[in-house]
């Protein structure tokens, strides 16, 4: 039985309502979390995601492959075939957690360096917390796929909240690993909502059939390791270059830079489904729908973005005061935000239109000139602040390269999108190095406060000039 796609509102709608309640999760969480715990501490409870976010690739690309054709063959072919590559995925996924257990175990066992207590107890912990993490996800997408908002998002939802109230018990009673001890009780008790949420029969099977899409889930491993590459490079930079406390810092940024990330996802989760079904039938089309879902980001983006810094501002300068040391990198930090959430579009774009290869060759180069300028930074010993400067740089570049070889350089909506990116360029950076106030008054119309509310004015001039798009867009 094949299904009829519905429009984009329905995921506008339903990514919204998970955008909003994520992000008042994720600001709930940073209120508590970086004032329980001193910069040293909220830079070790971070740091344990470096250990597990190479995990995504135990199961060699499968849940990456799942997302891409799921869309597909619930739209455009049988229920048997989908049931077969569903049960094929669930297997792969199943097995890699056998990679799981040894990689988390073996290196809580030999870790010898600094913290080790702390990071013998957690990964130990965060085993069962990564096995469950995945099959929750691997439900989870198949319910987006299939354009089963309400339940995904619900799940999501779910998952955000009980998440935010264990961890943030746990680290008001037991300090960084109580944190991991929360995620735990979290990740048990939000798999069993998703169990009875998201309906899904599968069966665990092991035969030459289950390993029969490995090239094109090595593909998409691939994709991940690129991604991964070059989202964690600067982390682990910043922690060689100068402690966890300089971590800490920079998470607490990256807090509000995913503000940015989080609106991406909204047009992503909406329109993937979509993009991934007409993919197969028209790749024009598919450019297109790639084109007018980045232009909507860069325009809800440069709305945002003006609230989004005053907000880091005061919050920083009123509440976070253990944080004002790094005050003048949080605004420059939202280009990793804007670039990191267009890349998350481009990438979907390689994804449908096959073009994996070039993705990862482009991603590489990029990561490489990434990795050798942050290296000479370290090297040089330069500043924690312009450290963070050549991170926004290259971060733009990779932006770049990835759009000019995707994009249609001879179409107008590429131009425009390009326009956009420049003026959210312009937005941050002339308020960082022209406008923006040495001390911060959250009631005084300083220059900082009315360059903010000029470029909101802008922002809605331009939006409202290019609205025709997203009411196509929505269509």
Request: aromatic residues 16%; hydrophobic residues 55%.
């Amino acid at each position: 039985m094949q299904h009829k796609l519905q429009s984009l509102k329905s995921g506008i709608k339903w990514g919204s309502f998970y955008a909003i309640s994520l992000i008042l999760s994720k600001i709930i969480r940073g209120l508590i979390i970086p004032k329980i715990l001193d910069p040293s501490s909220y830079g070790l409870f971070s740091s344990i995601s470096l250990f597990t976010r190479y995990l995504q690739f135990a199961d060699l690309g499968a849940n990456a492959y799942f997302i891409k054709e799921i869309p597909h063959l619930h739209f455009n072919k049988s229920a048997s075939e989908k049931q077969a590559f569903v049960d094929q995925t669930y297997s792969l996924i199943a097995l890699s957690f056998v990679l799981i257990a040894l990689y988390l175990g073996g290196t809580a066992y030999f870790y010898k360096g600094s913290h080790a207590e702390f990071y013998g107890t957690a990964l130990v912990i965060l085993i069962p917390i990564t096995i469950l993490a995945k099959l929750k996800d691997f439900y989870i997408s198949y319910a987006i796929g299939i354009q089963n908002y309400r339940k995904s998002v619900f799940a999501s939802v779910v998952n955000n909240y009980v998440g935010l109230v264990l961890v943030c018990a746990g680290v008001f009673l037991y300090g960084a690993l109580g944190g991991v001890l929360g995620m735990l009780i979290a990740e048990i008790l939000v798999f069993v909502y998703v169990l009875r949420s998201v309906r899904l029969n599968v069966t665990f099977f092991v035969s030459k059939s289950t390993f029969r899409t490995w090239k094109q889930n090595i593909k998409q491993l691939m994709v991940s390791m690129s991604d991964l590459f070059n989202s964690t490079i600067d982390q682990i930079v910043i922690l060689m270059a100068f402690d966890v406390a300089a971590l800490g810092f920079y998470a607490f940024g990256l807090t509000f830079s995913w503000l940015l990330e989080s609106i991406s996802e909204i047009y992503n989760t909406a329109s993937y489904p979509k993009l991934m079904a007409i993919t197969k039938t028209s790749r024009t089309e598919a450019a297109d729908l790639i084109d007018r879902t980045l232009r909507c980001y860069l325009l809800t983006s440069l709305l945002v973005v003006p609230a989004a810094i005053y907000m880091i501002e005061i919050l920083v300068t009123f509440y976070f005061t253990q944080y004002l040391n790094g005050l003048t990198v949080y605004s420059v930090m939202m280009f990793l935000g804007l670039s990191r959430g267009a890349m998350a579009i481009l990438r979907r774009g390689y994804i449908a239109l096959d073009k994996e290869k070039n993705y990862v060759i482009i991603s590489l180069w990029a990561g490489v000139i990434y990795a050798v300028c942050m290296t000479i930074s370290w090297w040089m010993q330069l500043s924690f602040t312009k450290l963070i400067e050549v991170i926004v740089a290259a971060n733009l570049f990779s932006l770049l390269a990835l759009y000019f070889v995707l994009g249609k350089m001879r179409d107008n909506a590429f131009w425009i999108n390009i326009l956009l990116l420049i003026v959210f360029v312009a937005f941050v950076a002339s308020y960082q190095n022209l406008f923006r106030s040495e001390i911060f008054s959250a009631f005084v119309l300083d220059s900082g406060s009315f360059a903010l509310l000029l470029m909101t004015g802008i922002s809605a001039v331009i939006v409202y000039a290019d609205r025709a798009v997203i009411r196509a867009y929505l269509q």
